[in-house]
């Protein structure tokens, strides 16, 4: 019986999708990457930089440049392409040429034959999910965006940071849009099983008054401050996207935050957003839904219903 190898492409291999690659190659999650490029010399590049790192590590990964036809015995295609965001400007500027662009890519590649999963990174990440759930037609399970997974691993250092503890050890998570509007379920962070009111209660000596508004601005502005002063983001996002295949080729059964088609669940249908999902090898498992205090659900409607009118716009 023939051992089946773990393969994976990347469209879009500019800052992001080249981490991505250099991310999977050190961690050995895949036998084989195909780097895929509306600017092929760019991917070729990427390929032949990435294949110089084998030699020194752990695992030899086969990396390709790849074109839409060969994707059809891909097991995961990460989406990376679109246009960086302007400085000043917000994620959703970029939906109308990031949405053309994903009509560009996903028709050949649905034509490869490709069954596999989506994990969308493309901003504004929540809408460029929906949209690729509808336009390639596969079970919303296998279509993921990485939604808010990268704004809660930042949540989780800063609040890791004010206690030093390490962030592993912090329950929380940022919900709603990858985008100004996310929120924060308060009323559901824990430190090492700890409520976080109790644990700000029992360490005023040490940390004050904590303004809890302001950390939620600091982790949905956390991109921004990168941002300003490096041009961009790629590691963070990067690593929680690698993060969420890993989830799935493992069978981890890991929750992760991570932008999924809601059914019905927090009162939603038919918007993509960024909620803690069970993650397997069949993609998202299932959502868990948090029971949020009045206010915290008032906040979350009002981000998910932002991601919601911005899809109506989206005419298939
Ligand atoms: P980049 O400019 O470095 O790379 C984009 C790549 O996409 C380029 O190599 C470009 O040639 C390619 N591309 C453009 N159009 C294409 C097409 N039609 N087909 C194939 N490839 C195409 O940008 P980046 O910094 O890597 O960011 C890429 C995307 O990721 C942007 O949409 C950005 O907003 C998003 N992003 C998302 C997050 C997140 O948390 N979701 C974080 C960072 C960046």
């Excluded at 030699?55 to 295609?77: F, M, P, R, S, W």
């Excluded at 939604?147 to 962030?167: M, Q």
């Excluded at 959502?287 to 981000?303: A, G, P, Q, W």
Aim: charged share 25%.
């Amino acid at each position: 019986m023939g051992i089946k190898s773990r393969k994976v492409a990347i469209v879009g291999t500019g800052l992001v999708g080249s981490s991505i690659g250099f991310s999977l190659i050190t961690q050995g999650v895949c036998e084989e990457i195909l780097m895929i490029d509306i600017n092929e010399e760019k991917a070729l590049g990427e390929a032949m930089d990435l294949n110089h790192c084998i030699e020194y590590l752990d695992q030899h990964t086969k990396v390709k440049v790849g074109k839409y036809e060969d994707c059809g015995d891909v097991d995961a295609i990460i989406i990376t392409a679109g246009p960086p965001p302007k400085p000043g400007k917000s994620r959703l500027d970029t939906l109308g040429a990031s949405a053309m662009i994903m009509e560009s890519i996903i028709t050949p590649i649905m034509e490869s034959g490709f069954s596999g999963h989506f994990i969308i990174i493309s901003n504004p990440v929540d809408i460029m999910a929906y949209h690729v759930w509808k336009l390639s037609g596969l079970p919303k399970s296998h279509v993921i965006g990485t939604g808010t997974s990268v704004d809660s691993a930042r949540l989780k250092h800063f609040i890791a940071d004010l206690f030093d503890v390490d962030p592993r050890s912090v329950q929380a998570y940022s919900m709603g849009e990858h985008g100004d509007s996310q929120m924060v379920p308060w009323s559901h962070v824990y430190i090492g099983g700890k409520p976080f009111n109790k644990v700000i209660n029992d360490n005023k000596h040490r940390v004050g008054d904590i303004d809890l508004d302001k950390l939620v601005s600091d982790t949905a502005k956390a991109g921004w401050e990168v941002f300003n002063r490096k041009g961009t983001t790629y590691y963070g996002i990067a690593t929680a996207a690698v993060g969420v295949l890993k989830a799935i080729f493992n069978d981890e059964n890991r929750i992760i935050p991570v932008s999924t088609l809601l059914e019905g669940e927090y009162g939603f249908d038919g918007v993509f957003a960024g909620v803690p999902a069970v993650l397997n090898r069949n993609g998202v498992k299932e959502l868990v839904e948090i029971e949020m205090t009045e206010e915290e659900k008032v906040k979350f409607d009002k981000s998910v219903n932002l991601i919601k009118d911005y899809c109506n716009t989206l005419k298939y």
